[in-house]
C-alpha cells in the first residue's frame, strides 16, 4: 500500500465530515456529529498508518528517517497536528463548529498538497544537517503550535462573523473568545518549545544557538505578536474584536513562517 | 523632583503597555533584516541603492540591523521592563505564596471570586462533618479553627503554581543576558583548512576580518559519503590541535556533532574540493580501438602508447561550467603547435577529446578537499540554557497547576447557623466553580 494513495483517501474523509459536522450544526442533530466525529477519528487513523508506513518505507530504501523531513512531508504532518490538537480540545470544548474548522483546514492543507504540483511527495534522502535527534521534536513541537494557532484563527474568524455580521447560528461570542485565547496560550507555550529544541540543534550544527536566518526572524516575529497578545489579554484585559485581529495577524506571521520565508526569501531552512 | 522622575520611571517601565509597545516594535523591526538581506559586503549595497537611501540606512545601521543601536535598545528596554515587573510582583507573590495565616480574614467571604452564603437548620455536627467532605474532595484536608463563636475550615492547594510566571519573565531575562554575554566575549567564523594542512585563523561573520586563535587547527582526513542520487550522506573530518607545533588533542567533527576544544566549538560546516592528484587518463587509439591509461602528474609530460607525442596536464578544475570536473589537457607533437584542450569525465561529456588519432578520457582522480568549519565561542550559552529549562518549569507550573484555596465559616451559636463558603481558583476557575456547585449539591442533599 503506498502511503501518498492513503493520504488522497484521507482528503476526502476530512472533506466529508467537515461536510458531516456542518449538517449536524444546520439540523441541530447530535447524532449526526458523532457520525462526523467517526469519520475524522476513521481519517487521523488512516493518516497515522500512512506516516508510519512511509516511515517504514524510507528504512526499505535504506535513506531511513522520520517523515518529518521535506516540504510534503511537514504539510501531512500539519493536518495531522490539527486534527489531533481537536481531538484534544473537544474533551473541554465540545461544538462540532469546531470539528468543521479543523477537518476543513486539514482538507485544504492536503488538497493542496495533491493539486499544487510542485509539492514532490517522494522519499528523499535526509542531508547530514537534518541528519539530528532534535529534528522530530523539533518539528512535532512547532507543527503542534501551527495547528494550535491555525484554531485560534478559526474561531477568531467565527467570532469576528458572530459580532460584525451577527451569524446567529454560531455560538456564543464569550465562548468563542475564550476558546481563541485557550489555543493561542497553547500554541504559544509549543512555539517556545519549538524553539528551544531549535536552538539546541542549531547550536549543535552551526555552533550558534541564535543566528537570525530568516525563518528563526519570522518565527520570533510570530512569538512576539502572540506574546503581546497575551499580555494585553491577561494584564490589560484586552478582549473580542481587537484580539480576534490579533490573532489572525498573528496566524498571517504563522503562514509566512511556514511558507513565505521559503518562497520568498532565502536562507538556512530552505529545504522545507 | 528626582524622587518623582524615579516614580514616573518606575511607572513607565512597569506598564504593560510598554512590553506591548516593545513587542510589537521588535516584530515590526525584525521583518526589515529578513527583507533586507544582513551582512552582505557594503560595495553589494551601494551598487543597489540611491547613494541617499545607502547613507541612510547605513547610518540606522539596517546592514546589520539585529546588532545596531537601536534594536539593541529595544531589547534593554525590554529587559529593563521585566526587571522592574518582576520587581513589583514580588510583594504579591510573597503574599499569596507564604503558608496562609492561622487566623483566617473574614474578608475573603466577602472579596472571593466564588461566595456563597446560607442558613441551614441542620445539626453543627452534621455541617462541620458536611464542610470537612466538601473542602476534602474539592481542595484537600482542611484545618478547623475556632474562633468568637464561630467554626473555620480552610484549605489551600497548588500555591507554588503561582511562581510559574515569574519563572518565565526570568528566564527571558536569563537569554537576554546570555545573549548580550555572547555579542560581548563570544566570536563566530570560519576557517577552510585543506587536507593535510593546518590553520590559525578564523574569517570572523559580519566582516569584522580575521581572528587569530592562539593555537593551530589542522585537517587531518576529511571523508565525504553520497547517496546514489549524488546527495552527500554525511561528511566528517578527523582534526588534531597543535599548541606550539604541539600535537594537544584530536578528534572527529561531523555534521551535528561538534568537536570542542578549550570552549572553542568546531562545528563541520560545509566541505569542497581544493584539487586533485593522481590523475588516471584514458587514451583510446582510433584506429585500433586499443585503450592505454596514463598517470601524468601535473605540469609533467608523458609519452603517448604510440611515442608519437607528449601528453601534459596543465591544470585541474573541480567544476567546469556545470560540466563537472575536467583537467586541462596538452598534447606535444613534434613539429606540431601544442594543442590544449578540455579532458572530462566517461560520460560527463558526448564530445570525448579525440585529438591526433586519440580519444581522451579523465578516468579517475584523488579528490584533495577541504573542510569548512564553523568557530565559534558564546561563554553566554550556559545561560540560555538555563533559561530554556526554568522557562519548561514556568510553563508546567502554570498550565497544569492551579492555586485553589476554600474558606467555610458556620457562624451562631444555635441554630440556624449562618454557613458561608469562599472559595478561589487562578486557573480555569468555571470548572472549579462548576465541581464546586455540584459537591455542594451532593453533600447537602445527602
Known sequence: ?272 | MITFMIKKLQTVFSSIRLTIFLFLSLAATSVLGTVIQQGLPMERYKAFYSPGVFSALKFFNVFDMYHSWWFTTLLVLLAVNIIVCTFKQIPRLVRLISPAKKEIDDTVFRSSQIRKTFQSQQKLSDLERQSELLIKSLVGVPVKTVRNGATYFSAEQGRYSRLGMIFVHISILLILIGGLLGILLGFNGQMNIVEGEKSGTVTLFGGTGPKELGFDVRCDNFTVEFYETGMPKEYKTDLTILENEKEVASGVMKVNHPFLYKGLKFCQATYGIAGGSGFLIGVRNGKTGEETVLRPNLMKKVPLPDGSAFFAIARFVNDLEGMGPAVLGVLLEPGEKHDIFWVFQNGRNSNQQQRGGFTFTLKDFNRLYYTGIQVSKDPGVFLVWIGFCLIIVGFILNLFFSHKRIWVRIAGEQGPYECSIAASASKNRKPFEEKLEQLFREITLE
Open chain 1, 1 to 272: 500500500m503506498n502511503d501518498t494513495l492513503l493520504i488522497s483517501i484521507v482528503t476526502f474523509i476530512y472533506f466529508f465530515a467537515a461536510f458531516v459536522f456542518l449538517v449536524s450544526i444546520i439540523f441541530h442533530k447530535r447524532s449526526v456529529g458523532k457520525w462526523a466525529l467517526t469519520l475524522v477519528a476513521a481519517g487521523v487513523a488512516l493518516q497515522t498508518s500512512a506516516i508510519i508506513l512511509r516511515w517504514i518505507h524510507s528504512y526499505q530504501l535504506g535513506i531511513g528517517h522520520a517523515p518529518l523531513s521535506n516540504f510534503y512531508e511537514s504539510l501531512v504532518f500539519f493536518s495531522w497536528s490539527i486534527i489531533f490538537v481537536y481531538l484534544i480540545m473537544r474533551k473541554r470544548y465540545r461544538n462540532d463548529l469546531f470539528g468543521v474548522l479543523s477537518s476543513f483546514f486539514a482538507f485544504l492543507i492536503l488538497a493542496y498538497v495533491s493539486l499544487s504540483g510542485d509539492v514532490n511527495c517522494t522519499i528523499q534522502p535526509l542531508i547530514p544537517a537534518l541528519q539530528s535527534n532534535w529534528l522530530i521534536s523539533h518539528v512535532i513541537s512547532s507543527f503542534l503550535a501551527y495547528a494550535c494557532f491555525a484554531i485560534a484563527f478559526g474561531t477568531s474568524i467565527l467570532y469576528l462573523l458572530k459580532i460584525k455580521v451577527k451569524v446567529t447560528m454560531l455560538p456564543d461570542a464569550l465562548f468563542l473568545d475564550e476558546v481563541t485565547y485557550k489555543m493561542i496560550s497553547i500554541g504559544f507555550v509549543l512555539l517556545t518549545l519549538g524553539f528551544m529544541t531549535g536552538a539546541a540543534w542549531a547550536d549543535r550544527a552551526w555552533g550558534r544557538y541564535w543566528g537570525w536566518d530568516p525563518k528563526e526572524t519570522w518565527s520570533l516575529i510570530t512569538w512576539l505578536i502572540y506574546g503581546a497578545f497575551l499580555h494585553a489579554h491577561l494584564a490589560r484585559g484586552w478582549r473580542g474584536v481587537k484580539m480576534s485581529l490579533v490573532a489572525i495577524i498573528g496566524f498571517i506571521a504563522v503562514i509566512f513562517t511556514y511558507l513565505g520565508v521559503n518562497y520568498v526569501l532565502a536562507g538556512l531552512h530552505s529545504y522545507l
